[in-house]
């Protein structure tokens, strides 16, 4: 059974905004972090952006300032706010959250940013 279900990606023009959302299965009792990462072609899998409990955050540089994550600690779902988006950002964007001894993996959502 999928835990985590991702949705909001898509085709958007260099510029654009897009926002992908993440909810995880209540059967997950605990979830210390959740974040996104994102793997490009040709390239590994890379952290774009986390938040903890406590409403911490880490952004990747190269997402400073165009990208916000935010979280729903209640619905078990987090989110992630991108704008200014470049070709660049074009990826695979996987959600993940991480309960203190186990990480969780969603399937992945298809972001392509493109003139």
């Known amino acids: 059974q999928v835990q985590l279900v991702e949705s909001g990606g898509g085709l958007v023009q260099p510029g654009g905004s897009l926002r992908l959302s993440c909810a995880a299965s209540r059967n997950i009792l605990s979830i210390n972090v959740m974040g996104w990462y994102r793997r490009a072609p040709g390239k590994q899998r890379e952290l774009v952006a986390r938040i903890n409990l406590g409403g911490s955050t880490d952004y990747a540089v190269s997402v400073k300032g165009r990208f916000t994550i935010s979280r729903d600690i209640d619905k078990n779902m987090v989110n992630l706010q991108m704008n200014s988006l470049k070709p660049e950002d074009t990826a695979v964007y996987y959600c993940?959250?991480?309960?203190?001894?186990?990480?969780?993996w969603g399937q992945g959502t298809q972001v392509t940013v493109s003139s």
């Open positions: 993940n959250a991480f309960t203190g001894t186990r990480d969780y």
